[in-house]
């Protein structure tokens, strides 16, 4: 796959099928992910790779801790949760073309829950990426995590694997400290779904509209 078309046609998936990925390709994706570029080359990335009997045990106990203690879901890390506007707009207009695709109707709490915990399942993937980084490291370095993600996300296009980038981890993240046994000294930052897609779901017709290069580029040409 050319690198344009692996741009153009990932997306992230919601829905995928148990078809097994096997470890020595996910090693390959992390060792190709590995060449993106840091500041000053200090390449602050870490990730917990959970398939199997661990990725179901992580999954069954942030369920269950979800239920129990609904109002746990806090980041570990100080992140802004402002959003104004156009920014406000974007967002919402994905989450309607989502929950239509997938018949949930404005205002249905519970249906909405269920689907939100649907990320805590890696949306039924068979292998989950967990990103956490050094809590010394300061913001440019989770830059560097988001190059080292992107990079992932193509080279798994270009196996024809499909990925989902998840902040939803960030949340109930004492549950998944405990369960993959990750260092109090590192900050649990996102995960991420990886799988083949399962083309016959919905949800993964949603098409994410993007803003043209005129409304967040300034020239300064000459």
């Given at each position: 796959?050319?690198?344009?078309?692996?741009?153009?046609?990932?997306?992230?998936?919601?829905?995928?099928?148990?078809?097994?990925?096997?470890?020595?390709?996910?090693?390959?994706?992390?060792?190709?992910?590995?060449?993106?570029?840091?500041?000053?080359?200090?390449?602050?990335?870490?990730?917990?790779?959970?398939?199997?009997?661990?990725?179901?045990?992580?999954?069954?106990?942030?369920?269950?801790?979800?239920?129990?203690?609904?109002?746990?879901?806090?980041?570990?890390?100080?992140?802004?949760?402002?959003?104004?506007?156009?920014?406000?707009?974007?967002?919402?207009?994905?989450?309607?073309?989502m929950y239509g695709?997938?018949?949930?109707?404005?205002?249905?709490?519970?249906?909405?829950?269920?689907?939100?915990?649907?990320?805590?399942k890696f949306f039924?993937?068979?292998?989950?990426?967990?990103?956490?980084?050094?809590?010394?490291?300061?913001?440019?370095?989770?830059?560097?995590?988001?190059?080292?993600?992107?990079?992932?996300m193509l080279a798994?296009?270009?196996?024809?694997?499909?990925?989902?980038?998840?902040?939803?981890?960030?949340?109930?993240?004492?549950?998944?400290?405990?369960?993959?046994?990750?260092?109090?000294?590192?900050?649990?930052?996102?995960?991420?779904?990886?799988?083949?897609?399962?083309?016959?779901?919905?949800?993964?017709?949603?098409?994410?509209?993007?803003?043209?290069?005129?409304?967040?580029?300034?020239?300064?040409?000459?």
């Open positions: 796959m050319e690198l344009s078309d692996a741009l153009r046609t990932r997306r992230s998936v919601r829905a995928f099928r148990p078809d097994p990925v096997p470890r020595a390709t996910v090693e390959a994706l992390l060792a190709e992910a590995a060449l993106a570029p840091s500041g000053t080359n200090v390449q602050p990335w870490k990730v917990h790779v959970v398939a199997g009997a661990t990725r179901d045990r992580l999954v069954a106990e942030v369920l269950a801790h979800r239920e129990a203690n609904p109002a746990d879901a806090a980041p570990e890390f100080p992140r802004s949760a402002k959003r104004k506007e156009p920014y406000v707009t974007r967002m919402r207009t994905l989450g309607k073309a695709l997938i018949g949930i109707p404005k205002g249905d709490a519970a249906a909405n829950w269920a689907q939100w915990g649907r990320n805590y039924d993937a068979p292998v989950g990426l967990i990103f956490t980084i050094d809590k010394d490291l300061g913001p440019m370095s989770y830059l560097d995590v988001g190059l080292f993600m992107q990079s992932f798994a296009a270009d196996r024809g694997l499909s990925t989902c980038a998840q902040g939803a981890w960030n949340n109930y993240w004492t549950v998944t400290r405990r369960v993959l046994n990750v260092p109090d000294e590192d900050y649990i930052v996102c995960g991420l779904s990886l799988g083949y897609a399962d083309e016959s779901d919905p949800v993964n017709t949603l098409v994410a509209e993007r803003e043209p290069v005129e409304s967040f580029t300034t020239w300064h040409w000459g």
